[in-house]
């Protein structure tokens, strides 16, 4: 295979690299230091009023893809299409369906969503650019069963923070003031 290593300059050591692929995932998860998309997710979405959203994923490992078309935005995972009402909902969703996360929850006020997924999008993509560093140099199998373990982490604690309720509560005591005029509407 491979001969010996030949000293480094400067007497420098070299660095021992994790050799099996939960080395790598654990090595990988000590970088992002609690940047990950489960911390990203009790944060942004469960910490406030939520709803549940099933995305129907198979078992099988499908392309997640977001199409623009005549009838609006749609997330395509494998050969199922979902309509969503907007772009930023599409990147949301995206997240979850690239991890495998069946049933999760997703803001119910919409002005939220776009920042949950731009911090989402930003999670999951430094989170799988440290794994392609840490496995890089090795071989395809490798690097393969990396990224499964990885997203099998990410499923497992978002799956384990729960989806929230199906509708989210709403307080009936309140009233609401007509502004200004400090009577009731």
Request: hydrophobic share 40%.
């Amino acid at each position: 295979m491979s001969g010996p290593v030949p000293p480094r300059p400067n007497g420098a050591a070299r660095k021992a690299r994790p050799a099996r692929a939960d080395e790598i995932v654990a090595h990988v998860n000590r970088l992002l230091e609690g940047a990950t998309v489960s911390e990203v997710y009790r944060e942004c979405v469960l910490s406030d009023r939520t709803r549940r959203y099933d995305l129907g994923l198979s078992k099988v490992q499908a392309s997640v893809e977001i199409l623009h078309t005549l009838l609006g935005i749609e997330l395509k995972i494998g050969r199922r299409r979902l309509l969503c009402p907007d772009l930023a909902t599409a990147r949301f969703l995206r997240v979850f369906a690239r991890i495998g996360v069946e049933t999760i929850a997703i803001p119910y006020d919409i002005t939220r969503i776009l920042r949950a997924a731009d911090e989402l999008e930003s999670a999951w993509h430094r989170a799988v650019l440290l794994a392609e560093h840490a496995s890089a140099g090795r071989s395809e199998r490798l690097k393969s069963l990396v990224r499964k373990l990885l997203a099998d982490g990410m499923r497992a604690s978002i799956q384990k923070l729960g989806a929230g309720p199906k509708k989210p509560a709403f307080l009936q005591s309140t009233r609401q003031r007509h502004p200004g005029s400090g009577r009731d509407v």
